[in-house]
């Protein structure tokens, strides 16, 4: 059986991506065959494919997301039925029509989340439930920095931490995202493109600061970040978008009391009954409409390296999705 695959023989520019036919074996005794219906595409995918993240071995199939309903099941298999919708994310190989897939790598759905959706938010949405309930556990009445407020995570963050009842600062390079994370719900926007983000955000809190600041920036955003921090404040930083933190002297953190913490999603995916409960947390508030989630681009799998392209150069505003 073959199934179309985007793979890579080294890591560069989008020509390394290559759209290829390869062969797909039967499930084993714990997997499941998926057929995929839609990819996610993210900045993970980006920094594996540009050399920024190591991968273990080359030539491999790249992406990170997908959703799709099951086709075969392996002989153990015993949380799944055939047709089952499903999603799932930090799985490399995920840019694949099929793909066989351990049982408890995967996220069963409701019959009610659609399955674009779902390749559009599984990762964000799992990032940003870590996010707001362990990295930094977000309170009523709190006050927030979000970096990068429109993009896929900073979207669904902006809406989740307003149902806490927090207050929303958030970053923007454009007047267009200005609207989009308004439209969510932030409070402030600062376009940082234009202003001082650090003069601004002092400016709106009164020179108290912000209880967490949310940095999938890095280089170009978080020592100036840590400045804004309030008196046993938080940063969190999960992404490198402008390219890696450079050193810090932790004795910056000391007079406030602050504090740094560094965020990864494969810690809070580990355990598959952890990963299903978060999931159908964040699914449960797409369900109960609290979270809508902005799909900005459907392209198809055929023109990946034009998707990449948008998302690289930052001409997104909210998911990309990959169609097979």
Same mark, same amino acid.
């Given at each position: 059986?073959?199934?179309?695959?985007?793979?890579?023989?080294?890591?560069?520019?989008?020509?390394?991506?290559?759209?290829?036919?390869?062969?797909?074996?039967?499930?084993?005794?714990?997997?499941?065959?998926?057929?995929?219906?839609?990819? @996610?595409?993210?900045?993970?995918?980006?920094?594996?494919?540009? +050399?920024?993240?190591?991968?273990?071995?080359?030539?491999?199939?790249?992406?990170?997301?997908?959703?799709?309903?099951?086709?075969?099941?392996?002989? &153990?298999?015993?949380?799944?039925?055939?047709?089952?919708?499903?999603?799932?994310?930090?799985?490399?190989?995920?840019?694949? #029509?099929?793909?066989?897939?351990?049982?408890?790598?995967?996220?069963?759905?409701?019959?009610?989340? =659609?399955?674009?959706?779902?390749?559009?938010?599984?990762?964000? +949405?799992?990032?940003? #439930? %870590?996010? *707001?309930?362990?990295?930094?556990? *977000?309170?009523?009445?709190?006050?927030?920095?979000?970096?990068?407020?429109?993009?896929?995570?900073?979207?669904?963050?902006? #809406?989740?931490?307003?149902?806490?009842?927090?207050?929303?600062? +958030?970053?923007?390079?454009?007047?267009?995202?200005?609207?989009?994370?308004?439209?969510? @719900?932030?409070?402030?926007?600062? &376009?940082?493109?234009?202003?001082?983000?650090?003069?601004?955000?002092?400016?709106?809190?009164?020179?108290?600061?912000?209880?967490?600041? %949310?940095?999938?920036? +890095?280089?170009?955003?978080?020592?100036? @970040?840590?400045?804004?921090?309030?008196?046993?404040?938080?940063?969190?930083?999960?992404?490198?978008?402008?390219?890696?933190?450079?050193?810090? &002297?932790?004795?910056?953190?000391?007079?406030?009391?602050?504090?740094?913490?560094?965020?990864?999603?494969?810690?809070?995916?580990?355990?598959? /009954?952890?990963?299903?409960? &978060?999931? =159908?947390?964040?699914?449960?508030?797409?369900?109960?409409?609290?979270?809508?989630?902005?799909?900005?681009?459907?392209?198809?799998?055929? /023109?990946?390296?034009?998707?990449?392209?948008?998302?690289?150069?930052?001409?997104?505003?909210?998911?990309?999705?990959?169609?097979?």
């Amino acid at each position: 059986m073959k199934t179309k695959v985007v793979k890579i023989y080294e890591q560069g520019s989008i020509d390394v991506l290559k759209l290829e036919e390869v062969d797909i074996k039967e499930p084993s005794a714990n997997e499941v065959l998926i057929e995929h219906s839609y990819a @996610g595409l993210n900045f993970i995918d980006i920094n594996q494919r540009n +050399g920024t993240y190591p991968l273990k071995s080359l030539p491999t199939i790249m992406g990170m997301e997908a959703s799709g309903k099951i086709k075969k099941l392996g002989s &153990n298999v015993t949380k799944f039925k055939i047709g089952d919708k499903v999603t799932h994310c930090m799985n490399l190989g995920s840019f694949s #029509q099929m793909m066989n897939l351990n049982e408890n790598k995967l996220i069963k759905l409701k019959n009610e989340v =659609d399955l674009k959706i779902a390749a559009a938010a599984t990762l964000q +949405g799992l990032t940003s #439930q %870590y996010l *707001l309930h362990h990295s930094y556990k *977000l309170k009523k009445n709190n006050t927030l920095l979000i970096h990068a407020v429109a993009g896929g995570v900073g979207q669904i963050l902006c #809406q989740w931490a307003k149902k806490i009842g927090a207050n929303v600062i +958030g970053t923007v390079s454009t007047e267009e995202k200005e609207k989009i994370a308004k439209k969510n @719900g932030c409070d402030f926007t600062i &376009n940082y493109l234009k202003e001082n983000f650090y003069e601004k955000v002092m400016e709106i809190t009164k020179d108290i600061g912000v209880d967490v600041i %949310y940095d999938s920036v +890095g280089k170009d955003t978080f020592l100036k @970040g840590i400045k804004c921090l309030a008196p046993k404040g938080r940063i969190v930083t999960f992404g490198v978008s402008s390219g890696p933190i450079e050193p810090i &002297n932790i004795n910056t953190l000391r007079s406030f009391s602050g504090s740094i913490a560094t965020g990864g999603l494969n810690t809070y995916i580990k355990n598959s /009954d952890e990963m299903q409960k &978060n999931a =159908d947390m964040f699914f449960d508030m797409i369900i109960n409409k609290d979270i809508k989630i902005n799909i900005d681009h459907v392209i198809r799998i055929d /023109d990946i390296k034009k998707a990449q392209s948008l998302l690289e150069r930052r001409l997104t505003t909210g998911s990309v999705v990959l169609d097979f």
